[in-house]
Structure formats: C-alpha cells, structure tokens
C-alpha cells in the first residue's frame, strides 16, 4: 500500500521531471548551434540564416542575449493561438498534427480526470452511508458505556498527551497489520515532516518507542496533576442524555473566543488517568 509519502515523492519526481524538459526544449531552441534542428522550414524557404555563420567565435555556439532567456517560453501561447494554416505555412505541417493530438490528449485527460473525480467521490458518498450505518447498528448494538455520552471541557495536559498517544497507536496498528501481510518485508518510515523526508526508520519500533515514552510522560503529568495544585486546571465532565448531544457539543465551538471553553469527547484513557 503506498503511502502519502510515496505519492508525493511520484508527483515530485514526474513534475520536476517535466518542467527540466520543457527548460531544456526551450533553452536549447536558443542555442545558435541548433538552429537549423529547430527552424528547418524557413531555412528551406530561404527566409533565416545559420547565425553561426558570423559573429565571435562563442556565438556560434552559446547565445549570450540574456533578453532572450527571459522571456524563453513567449513561443507557447503564441503556438497555441496561432491559426492552423498560419501554422502549417510558419511551423510545417507535423508540428500542426502534433498540437492538434496534444490538445486532443490534454482535454481527453482533463476531461477524464472530471470523470474519475465524480465516481470516486459518489463512490466515497455511498461507502460512507454504509459506513454510517454499520456504525450505528454497532453502536445500537453496544451496552452503553458511560464515556459515550460525556464531554470533558477545558481538559489540561494529561488530555493532549493521552489524545497524542492514541494517535500513535492507530499508526502502530497499522504498521502490525501491514506487517503482518507481508512478514518478509518491515515497514518503514521517515521521521521527517508526514513522511517526506528524514531518517528512514523501522515504523513499529519506532511508534512502539514513541508509545513508550509518552507513557511515562502520562505517568508523570499525573503525578504532578495529584500532587501539585498548580498543576490544575478548571476542568469539568458533562453527561448527556443521548449520544447525538455529546457528540454535537464535542464538535462546535462553545464560545466567541474559541480558546475560552475546549470540548472534546471523553475515551476510556481520560476516565481511567482522572480515576473515575
């Protein structure tokens, strides 16, 4: 399964790859060298001359008119609004049939994109009804626990730490499960920003360790939160009647200063550090 990483990286490389031809196309049109590759017509017509055939000696070869480089690709939307018998009469007629099969491709592709876009995102729209729904026959089907219908406001450090840690364990999950698929190969990973760039490293000991540490950093939040009154923060657990209401309380801003009053649903893990 490729990552965000990996598709990113893909992207990367076959943009970058693009832009560096269609520089070097361009930089090379300007060369005095490769004049005749790149107007074979007009000197059939008669109507431009080798530049080499004058001039100093490292102008035959390199085009030293910083002029010209900068506006280097003036040549492309010229092309593209230039009428087609004009074309044929400046450029010839394989480079009219080539930008007319261009253009084909380019609308076929923009076109096909649309196309995709809209079956994947009805795809998505009716995978995720079904999803709902799986959910709530599995939540009708559930003894009812008491964190499912409590919202913790203005919860202090222990709250982010726990919040961190769960994250990590989702990931370290993961990893398990693709590691399990195919026990051959480790999964790996970069520590680098969403995976771009940094050291590669194993990703189950590396979440395992990041598990570990924030542990000991949720054993010890707690302690402090015990021991010193400093450590406290007003801190409040509200119940509700259903689950539709802790839910919508859990995700709306409860304040005009969206910083003053935080709601965030309540996990076992919050139950179980402020011994409930």
Not at 23 to 45: E, G, H, M, S, T
Not at 151 to 166: D, H, I, S
Not at 211 to 222: D, V, W, Y
Not at 233 to 246: E, L
Request: glycine fraction near 4%; include cysteine; aromatic fraction near 14%.
């Amino acid at each position: 399964m490729a990552t965000f990483g990996d598709i990113g990286v893909a992207a990367a490389i076959n943009i970058i790859s693009a832009l560096i031809f269609l520089i070097a196309f361009a930089i090379l049109r300007l060369q005095p060298l490769n004049d005749r590759v790149y107007f074979p017509k007009w000197y059939i017509k008669g109507l431009r001359t080798s530049p080499t055939a004058s001039g100093a000696f490292v102008r035959k070869f390199v085009n030293l008119d910083y002029r010209s480089y900068i506006k280097f690709l003036n040549w492309v939307p010229d092309a593209l609004t230039m009428p087609e018998s004009e074309l044929i009469d400046h450029a010839g007629l394989d480079s009219a049939v080539y930008l007319r099969i261009y253009l084909l491709g380019f609308w076929a592709h923009v076109a096909m994109s649309y196309v995709v876009m809209i079956w994947t995102c009805f795809m998505l729209k009716k995978e995720y009804e079904t999803i709902a729904n799986m959910r709530f026959y599995f939540l009708q089907t559930e003894k009812p626990r008491p964190d499912q219908f409590t919202v913790v406001c203005n919860a202090n450090k222990l709250a982010k730490l726990v919040k961190k840690k769960q994250k990590k364990q989702n990931w370290l999950d993961y990893y398990q499960i693709k590691y399990s698929k195919n026990p051959l190969k480790r999964p790996t990973m970069k520590t680098g920003f969403h995976g771009l760039w940094g050291a590669k490293v194993d990703a189950i000991e590396h979440h395992e360790a990041e598990i570990e540490k924030l542990s000991n950093e949720i054993a010890e939040e707690r302690k402090n939160v015990v021991n010193d009154p400093k450590a406290i923060m007003p801190a409040a657990f509200v119940s509700f009647k259903t689950r539709w209401g802790a839910a919508v309380c859990a995700q709306t801003q409860q304040a005009r200063n969206p910083t003053l009053w935080l709601t965030e649903c309540v996990s076992v893990s919050h139950i179980g550090a402020t011994r409930f």
